[in-house]
């Protein structure tokens, strides 16, 4: 049977407005009550996710920034996958960027998110953690502790720079979208799906007893690697060409994991 959840957050766990509702809240305890283990996987920075998590009330390892950080149940960090600081310099500079400087670059730090610009609309998808960002000149950081650059902007302009990105650093980096306007940089030893097998090594669980949820470009290693995947029904159109034999359940916007973990654990849809 059924031993751990992993899921991603923005368009599978989390609601339209990048929240998670009661209904979710409850479910979630309830299965970690009866002995499930979670693990959250997910782009978003470690301080933004504990918030998230101390919304759900449970106790699960966090995989944050596609899997160059993984924290435990007690919020020690048991994994961590820096860029090397001569990428990140590079990473940030308008010859891959765009000298137009219509993209907005995040940099991700231990402790810290770190942005080019004030993007205050950015604020409004971290309303559960409450967790900001800091304004630099991130052209003059040192580029040392970095876990993820993330890359926000129109499609167009964002597939022009992972075609700058591919043309420089060819396989030596992650490059992967998590949203259409969202395009996020690791090393290339990082991946959810590396970060999930981590996990479950450390809890002695096959992947056979895993289920898996995500919606998007950087679940493909997720839902590769768990013995149990499913997609959401508002996933990425290219997400469900790359995987189509992958089951596709509900919307984010409706609840879906929720919904279908009661179905494969057998709860009836009270919310005590």
Known sequence: MYKVIATDLDGTLLNGDHQVDPFTIA???RLEAQGLHFIIATGRHHRDVAGIRDVLGIRPYLVTSNGARVH???DKMVYADNLPPDVVRQLVQPR???AH?????????DDAWLIDRDAPELLLLHQDSGFGYEVLDLQQHNGRGI???LYIGEPADLAQLAHNLACSFGDALYVTYSLPDCLEVMTSNVSKGRALQFVLERLGISTARCVAFGDNMN???LLETAGHPFMMNNANPDLIARLPGVPRIGNNFEAGVAHHLRKLFALTDDLT
């Open 219 to 221: 679940d493909i290693d």
């Open 96 to 98: 891959l960027t765009g």
């Open 27 to 29: 479910t979630v305890r």
């Open 147 to 149: 876990a993820k650059v």
């Open 72 to 74: 435990d149940p007690d």
């Open 101 to 109: 400087g219509r993209v907005i670059v995040n940099l991700f730090a």
